[in-house]
């Protein structure tokens, strides 16, 4: 069995979070709670990870979303391909930030924040 390593969330990923979590939506504040002392792990079980990450037993009241995913983001990378953001809630708590590149072609540079559409569902 393979040992799972969590770390806390590097600049580029509290600053992903911050801006999904800026517009107001049901579950915002507490999941802004979440994340002040949270754990993550890089997901590398995807083949095909941008660099999404997994949290650790996230603390924190929980989160009433009405959807798994209640925001995402659309920006673009470095090489201007389509990004898509999304931040998944499971159990009223945050569970993954996974980033994907809509083409499927390998992800060249960070997605752009200053750029990036917020969409709450």
Excluded: W
Aim: negative net charge.
């Amino acid at each position: 069995m393979i040992k799972k390593t969590y770390r806390k969330l590097n600049e580029f990923e509290v600053q992903v979070l911050q801006k999904l979590l800026e517009c107001p939506f049901p579950g915002r504040d507490e999941l802004r709670q979440q994340i002040k002392n949270c754990k993550v792990r890089t997901l590398t079980e995807y083949k095909d990870n941008y660099g999404s990450i997994e949290f650790e037993d996230v603390l924190g009241e929980e989160a009433i979303v009405k959807e798994r995913v209640p925001v995402e983001g659309r920006t673009k990378d470095g090489g201007g391909g389509p990004i898509l953001i999304l931040l998944h809630i499971i159990k009223g708590k945050i569970d993954e930030l996974e980033f994907v590149r809509m083409d499927g072609a390998p992800m060249q540079g960070s997605p752009n924040i200053d750029t990036m559409e917020v969409i709450i569902r």
